[in-house]
């Protein structure tokens, strides 16, 4: 649609006393314009000046609230002739670069992220059941091929603790629920992340992952028959093994360090 063509969504009338920020009423104003018309990535948004006379704004704020877009990865500013807002789509690899920048002085625990883990992996299964096809279980068996052999050498040890979260990440692909998805996928992403973590993957000790290994055979052979019951059993005890073994692992990393 046509920049010009575009109306604004309504937005709140100035007062005296605000508890909100002008600029951050535009925002959400230019956000449901966005939505309500169905704007793709490249769609230009109204110019300045139509901005400024359809929200009774100054310059100064307009350029204010769109720099706030640009900044949440919705629109990209180009200037020059035909320049302007263009509508942007945020990638979860940007989002998720965000919320970890969040929880960077968080002082996150493996623990806790298996908290999370336990409870939402099995949810996650058992949505993923109805979208999976041959295509999906055949991904699923190739990164166990990652890992079931012992690794040759430091590289390959990486490259199998980075695929036995793939595993799971791939799981999540699947999922009919797309918030529980990205959940799911973040916290994959925290444990290939955080610094203890990292610790232990570049432990020289071989990893014990055969249990885990079975878990996962028996996980694609259950959503294989959509056994949602056995689906969430398996993978509920699947992530109470993987903590354990993770929790032991950090034990044995923080000793090391005390002993060297």
């Not at 900044?71 to 020059?80: A, D, F, I, K, P």
């Not at 793939?166 to 444990?191: G, I, K, M, P, W």
């Not at 992530?239 to 993770?246: G, I, R, V």
Request: aromatic residues 6%; hydrophobic residues 45%.
């Amino acid at each position: 649609m046509p920049a010009d063509d575009i109306p604004a969504a309504p937005v709140a009338p100035p007062k005296t006393r605000r508890l909100r920020k002008r600029t951050d009423e535009i925002v959400d104003a230019l956000k449901a314009t966005m939505i309500k018309h169905g704007l793709e990535p490249g769609d230009r948004l109204p110019q300045e000046k139509e901005l400024m006379s359809q929200y009774a704004a100054s310059k100064g704020t307009i350029r204010e609230a769109l720099k706030s877009l640009e900044v949440q990865g919705l629109v990209r500013m180009r200037t020059g002739p035909g320049g302007g807002a263009f509508v942007e789509r945020m990638s979860e690899r940007r989002a998720m670069s965000l919320l970890g920048n969040y929880f960077f002085a968080k002082q996150i625990t493996i623990a806790d992220i298996y908290a999370l883990r336990k409870a939402l992996e099995p949810i996650v299964a058992v949505s993923a059941m109805a979208n999976i096809d041959e295509a999906g279980f055949q991904r699923l068996e190739d990164i166990i091929t990652v890992y079931d052999h012992p690794a040759r050498d430091a590289e390959e040890r990486w490259a199998q603790r980075m695929a036995e979260l793939d595993f799971h990440t791939v799981v999540a692909e699947y999922s009919d629920n797309a918030l529980l998805s990205f959940q799911c996928r973040f916290l994959q992403r925290l444990l290939k992340d955080l610094a203890v973590c990292r610790d232990i993957y570049l432990h020289p000790q071989p990893v014990l992952r055969q249990r885990g290994i079975a878990f996962q055979r028996e996980l694609i052979a259950a959503m294989r028959q959509s056994d949602a019951a056995q689906v969430r059993q398996i993978m509920a005890a699947h992530m109470a093994h993987a903590e354990e073994q993770m929790l032991t692992l950090q034990a044995e990393v923080e000793q090391r360090f005390i002993e060297g």
